[in-house]
């Protein structure tokens, strides 16, 4: 079994950064898929980003693409979220969730970490 803890959210102003981070422990896999997602007030949980665990090869949301990067350390069994130039459109709860291969659903979530974004 597999648990995941985020880490990183925080206030910040609209243009500012933030990294998110994603500590994975118990039983870790080295083929699990990794992503972000994240969750507004009154809004659906979104997909943001992901990395395959082996390989590195992400996909992002069209939201996040040219201002996020996601990444991974798998000695320190972690992911990443680099955030950038900020919006406010940005603010939610930021989850990290994952899944065994591109053919499973994410079944292992975190508890999320709030990411605010001021004007």
């Known amino acids: 079994q597999v648990q995941l803890v985020e880490s990183g959210g925080g206030l910040v102003q609209a243009g500012g950064s933030l990294r998110l981070s994603c500590a994975a422990s118990?039983?870790?896999?080295?083929?699990?898929?990794m992503a972000w997602f994240r969750q507004a007030p009154g809004k659906e949980r979104e997909f943001v980003a992901s990395?395959?665990?082996?390989?590195?090869?992400?996909n992002y949301a069209g939201s996040a693409k040219d201002r996020f990067i996601i990444s991974r350390d798998n000695a320190k069994n972690t992911v990443y979220l680099q955030m950038n130039s900020l919006k406010p459109l940005d603010t939610a709860v930021y989850y990290c969730a994952a899944r065994r291969s591109a053919y499973s659903q994410y079944a292992t979530w975190g508890q999320g970490t709030q990411v605010t974004v001021s004007s």
């Open positions: 118990g039983r870790t896999f080295s083929t699990y898929d």
């Open positions: 990395i395959t665990w082996n390989f590195g090869s992400a």
